[in-house]
């Protein structure tokens, strides 16, 4: 996407501002809900823009829309739209972490008591069997403990990213051209 006035800039070109819409959603309000195909297309060529940029969006109107179906104030839409989606983002990390903390508290109740169990059974216990169950109980505290720990550790990456994004995407320039008559 071309880059204008020092922003990054994506462009749409639509037959009308309806097109942006889900068909679905009667405009209750002054946003409507944007079409999944037009967020995906939004969202995509942002993530390739540079990150230091500020976003533009360009929608280039083939045609004005009709006054007996009026369509919501596309900057409107649009960056009400992405604000909401940050907040959703936002929300789902919280969720999150409030999963992995107790998840984590369940993982190492189960980790404390795989170990304890395999230092407690095998106090008296020596040869080949007695260390296999020993360290298939060590095994299992530490799979008990596993998926906590990718949370705290890998799951949070994602949801955060998407949630700048849709931040950047919120806050950009929103330009709409009709055709020069």
Request: charged share 25%; hydrophobic share 50%.
């Amino acid at each position: 996407m071309p880059e204008q006035n020092g922003k990054a800039t994506i462009e749409l070109r639509l037959r009308d501002g309806a097109q942006l819409f889900n068909t679905l959603d009667p405009f209750p309000f002054r946003e409507g809900d944007i079409a999944a195909d037009a967020e995906a297309y939004i969202v995509d060529w942002a993530r390739d823009l540079p990150k230091d940029e500020p976003i533009a969006i360009v929608i280039h109107l083939e045609r004005p829309d009709a006054a007996d179906k009026p369509v919501p104030d596309l900057t409107t839409a649009i960056t009400s739209w992405f604000a909401g989606r940050a907040k959703t983002e936002t929300h789902a990390l919280r969720e999150l972490f409030r999963d992995g903390r107790l998840a984590f508290a369940i993982g190492f109740v189960g980790l404390a008591a795989c170990l304890f169990l395999s230092w407690l059974l095998t106090q008296g216990l020596e040869g080949p069997f007695a260390r296999l169950f020993q360290e298939s109980l060590v095994i299992i505290g530490w799979v008990v403990i596993w998926r906590p720990a990718e949370m705290f550790l890998y799951d949070w990456v994602p949801i955060l990213r998407r949630r700048k994004l849709y931040r950047r995407l919120a806050e950009a320039n929103v330009e709409v051209r009709l055709p020069q008559q």
